[in-house]
């Protein structure tokens, strides 16, 4: 949206500056993204009379002009091909510099010098007309100032409007919030109509077959109006608001829903072919053209202005070809509607359209403006183009739409900014914002039809803290309020997660929940599945029962693409059924393939299951889950070799091994890959102390360590437990260190190091205290677990 300073000064009465309008708009929310000085292409530019046209020796497309500027006159070459004696036009002098970073030199073309330029209207960025030079009223004086002859000593401000903002495109949208913020009155422009004694509706009729799509429309008649341009301060308001003038009537139609925000269309009443207006959706290939020659084939979806039997406009898009205004048309028919904003959003989409016209109705035009706005554009018609305004509006409105009522309680608009703002002072912002307000505590407030997006208290408690001003509500030190959204649980687990493996080296994986259902029935061939209705592919037509299968899709493809080592993860959702209900379940995924980086301290090495229980090690030390156990089981998709039921505070969360090459087949890998998968839902517990803190030892350690050969079969899991049940509260860590198995060790057995680090929080511990648990240890390590103390 584009308006000029001056404008708005007009509409408000402010003498405040371009920049405070500007800021003081954009500090209310209606955002002033740019502010340019209407005249930054004019310094050096004056008004010029042709007085004499001379053909350039050996050329064809260029003439010397000669050019009164005030009590000199220059020569300047001039290549337009609407140059003319006579004209009174803009001349760039030397020095000069125009749209485009042109400057003009003295040059010397064909053996003719010359020092100036008459300009067209881009190079004096005015519009993006350049098909010929700009051509002037001739009562203005040859060498005064351009821009302040034409009234381009203004400033252009350009506004980034919200999408639910629909008031505020116009000007007298805008105006109003700075009447709002200032605490004056909006002055509206004044409607000056003499209407004649013939009644409208007896030349005319409306019909709306569809009031779902068109629930008002209206139309004047205005007859034996005089086609031609426009006055010069209409032509220049719409090209300081982007929009290029045509002619007298459609530029008063473009002022009016410049001004209002509320599209108008004129159309030649001789032209229509009825007397009679019918709004109607299309019918199935109807065709149908545009105003600008293109033929359409229309559906249901596109709303239609007829005459009774054929289209004349695409209502709220855009009008037909057939009924516009042309050089001849001395009746007109104005048409002033309100359209459904998605039956507008439909159409234009199918037609391929938008226009100034669609953008304003699909956002929502004002319904009860439309009597403001016809007659404003009648009263300019009879003004300007010499038209008989016949009486009455022709008025189709089946069902009235009625203001909205919503009740404002101050004591909760206080509780909610935080902000003293008194209930005088809320009346006040709403009334200048024109909300018609009774009572004092509640407010009733009567939202006006020009503001569809106000629907709750808490859009009147915004309208409050934008016009009162975001500046009197207090800075706050900490996230408090009515308003506020704690962050989740589950959003700050999967963070801390997440944070915890990219360190660790892994790269986050993200799928959809979309599988091949019949891969998931040969990796899972008991396991129901939450099957697609209409599936976008055959290969997307379930729900993933586990993560596995999309994890194996990423890592085949990028293998595929020579990517070979890859430690991923993925935090997401499985979705299983449940009788006639689908059980989201969210789950851990990690997998490791390939080989671990090349460094200058570390040779590579193949990956394998102790890098998925590390990382697993690093998150149960973080979220406390309780000791995680890693229990042999078979599960048919992993390795019988290595394969384990993760057992996490005592409870079965997952499985974690090696996939079995059978299964990787089936994605086209060729490389051991090591998986783990872990139900989430079990350890995500609300509450959980995520990490405590722990003094540092104040007492020395007494380090141990034990070597014993016991039998192949004996787990380490088992005999690390058992020397934690037996040192007790005094063994602060048990690990082991070693495994061998060679020549020294008999056939079928092991050996085993496990070191053990004594201390306790009391006091230091004598060597007696220590070898007394270190012996009772390797008691039980023998009687439970037959095992040979190594000496040596």
């Known amino acids: 949206m584009i308006v000029s300073y001056k404008w708005l000064k007009e509409l408000t009465g402010l003498e405040w500056s371009a920049q405070e309008m500007g800021e003081r708009l954009t500090m209310c929310g209606t955002a002033c993204e740019k502010i340019e000085a209407a005249d930054r292409f004019m310094d050096r530019i004056v008004i010029g009379k042709v007085t004499d046209l001379k053909a350039v020796e050996g050329a064809t497309k260029i003439k010397l002009a000669s050019v009164k500027l005030g009590k000199t006159t220059q020569d300047v070459i001039c290549g337009a091909p609407n140059v003319a004696v006579g004209q009174t036009v803009p001349v760039a002098l030397e020095g000069a510099r125009l749209d ?182 299309a019918r199935n290939k109807e065709k149908f053209v545009t105003l600008d020659g293109n033929e359409h084939e229309l559906s249901p979806e596109v709303l239609l202005i007829t005459n009774g039997k054929t289209g004349v406009a695409a209502g709220g898009i855009m009008g037909g070809l057939d009924s516009e205004i042309e050089h001849d048309t001395s009746n007109i028919l104005l048409e002033a509607a309100y359209f459904n904003p998605a039956v507008i959003r439909r159409g234009r989409k199918e037609l391929g359209l938008v226009t100034e016209s669609s953008a304003r109705f699909e956002k929502g035009a004002d319904p009860n403006g439309i009597p403001f706005a016809i007659d404003r554009a ?30 404002l309680r101050p004591e909760r608009c ?167 209900e689908c059980v989201e379940e969210r789950r851990l995924g990690l997998a490791v393939t390939g080989e671990t ?27 406390r889950w309780g000791a995680v156990q890693y229990i042999p089981a078979p599960h048919p998709l992993f390795d019988e070799t290595v394969c384990f039921e993760v057992v996490c505070g005592g409870r079965a969360v997952g499985w974690a091994g090696r996939i079995n090459a059978a299964v990787a087949n089936r994605f086209d890998i060729k490389q051991d890959i090591h998986y783990a998968e872990i139900n989430l839902e079990a350890l995500m517990v609300p509450g959980q102390s995520m990490s405590e803190f722990r003094p540092l030892p104040v007492y020395p350690a007494a380090p141990r360590d034990i070597a014993i050969v016991v039998d192949d079969d004996v787990k380490a899991g088992d005999l690390v437990e058992a020397v934690k049940v037996t040192a007790g509260e005094l063994a602060e860590s048990v690990h082991i260190f070693d495994l061998y198995r060679g020549k020294q060790i008999e056939s079928g057995r092991k050996s085993i190091a496990i070191s053990i680090n004594y201390r306790s929080r009391e006091g230091s511990l004598s060597s007696e205290q220590v070898d007394q648990k270190q012996q009772a240890v390797v008691e039980v390590l023998k009687r439970d677990f037959k095992a040979q103390i190594r000496d040596n």
């Open 414 to 580: 206080r509780y909610v900014l935080g902000a003293d703002f008194s209930n005088d002072t809320m009346k006040d912002v709403l009334t200048g914002l024109e909300f018609e307000v009774s009572g004092d505590d509640p407010l009733e407030v009567l939202v006006p039809t020009f503001r569809p997006d106000i629907e709750r208290e808490i859009d009147l408690i915004e309208e409050v803290a934008r016009i009162g001003g975001y500046d009197k509500i207090p800075d706050a030190t900490e996230n408090i309020g009515p308003l506020l959204t704690a962050v989740q649980y589950e959003d700050r687990f999967n963070q801390q997660a997440k944070r915890i493996l990219t360190g660790a080296g892994f790269d986050e994986m993200v799928h959809h929940g979309l599988v091949d259902g019949r891969l998931t029935s040969r990796l899972y061939p008991d396991s129901p599945q939450v099957k697609i209705i209409n599936p976008v592919s055959e290969d997307l037509n379930a729900m993933r029962i586990s993560l596995l299968q999309t994890t194996m899709n990423t890592i085949g493809h990028n293998i595929a693409h020579r990517n070979l080592d890859l430690c991923l993860f993925e935090i997401g959702k499985v979705y299983l059924p449940a009788g006639d």
């Open 597 to 623: 980086v090349h460094t200058w301290r570390d040779q590579p090495r193949p990956y394998d299951f102790y890098d998925i229980a590390g990382v697993l090690t690093e998150l149960n030390e973080h979220f």
């Open 100 to 281: 485009g970073d042109i400057v003009i030199k003295k040059v010397k073309i064909r053996g003719v010098e010359s020092s100036a330029m008459i300009c067209s209207e881009r190079e004096l960025g005015i519009s993006d007309d350049h098909s010929g030079i700009m051509v002037l009223d001739d009562d203005l004086e040859p060498g005064a100032p351009f821009a302040k002859q034409l009234g381009f000593d203004d400033f252009i401000l350009s506004f980034e409007l919200t999408p639910n903002r629909a008031d505020s495109m116009s000007a007298i949208g805008i105006a109003r919030d700075l009447a709002a913020l200032a605490g004056v009155k909006l002055n509206r422009p004044p409607v000056e109509l003499s209407e004649s004694g013939e009644e409208a509706s007896s030349v005319a009729a409306v019909a709306i077959d569809d009031p779902v799509g068109c629930p008002r429309y209206a139309a004047r008649i205005i007859k034996n109006v005089k086609i031609g341009p426009s006055p010069w301060w209409l032509k220049r308001r719409l090209l300081m608001s982007g929009v290029r003038p045509i002619s007298n009537i459609v530029d008063i139609t473009n002022l009016v829903m410049l001004e209002t925000g509320h599209p108008l269309h004129a159309f030649d009443l001789e032209r229509f072919g009825s007397r009679e207006v019918v709004v109607r959706r």
């Open 378 to 407: 009648a009263a300019l018609m009879q003004q300007l183009a010499g038209g008989e305004v016949l009486r009455g509006i022709i008025d189709c409105y089946p069902e009235r739409i009625k203001p909205r009522k919503v009740i």
